[in-house]
């Protein structure tokens, strides 16, 4: 069982920046394949970045977003710059089991509740 915990969403303008930090409890998380998503206000949960052995990103924050991780502090990290309105989003960490990149929310076994991105113009 992993319980995962997000922070440092917030309000910032158009070309500011933000980093989210996701916390996991438990042990083994160098074994969890983490992704990240964001859900908008009327539109599904999509996916934005995945942490493996490599990283993966969305079309739409490729060169803008990175993602990282700290096994020794079984945090994931999720770096936002150039940030732009249509980045407004509740924006979620997810955790996986297994190998490999999935970019489904389905493929996730264990979420976290959420942070607030808004991202003003």
């Known amino acids: 069982q992993v319980q995962l915990v997000e922070s440092g969403g917030g309000l910032v303008q158009a070309g500011g920046s933000l980093r989210l930090s996701c916390a996991a409890s438990?042990?083994?998380?160098?074994?969890?394949?983490m992704g990240w998503f964001r859900q908008a206000p009327g539109k599904g949960r999509e996916f934005v970045a995945w942490?493996?052995?490599?990283?993966y990103y969305a079309d739409s924050v490729k060169g803008r977003f990175t993602v990282s991780r700290d096994n020794a502090k079984n945090t994931v990290y999720l770096q936002m710059n150039s940030l732009k309105p249509e980045d407004t989003a509740v924006y979620y960490c997810a955790a996986r089991i297994g190998y490999g990149l999935r970019l489904e929310p389905a493929d996730y076994d264990y979420w976290g509740q959420g942070t607030q991105v808004t991202v003003s113009s």
């Open positions: 438990g042990r083994a998380f160098s074994n969890y394949r």
């Open positions: 942490s493996g052995i490599s990283s």
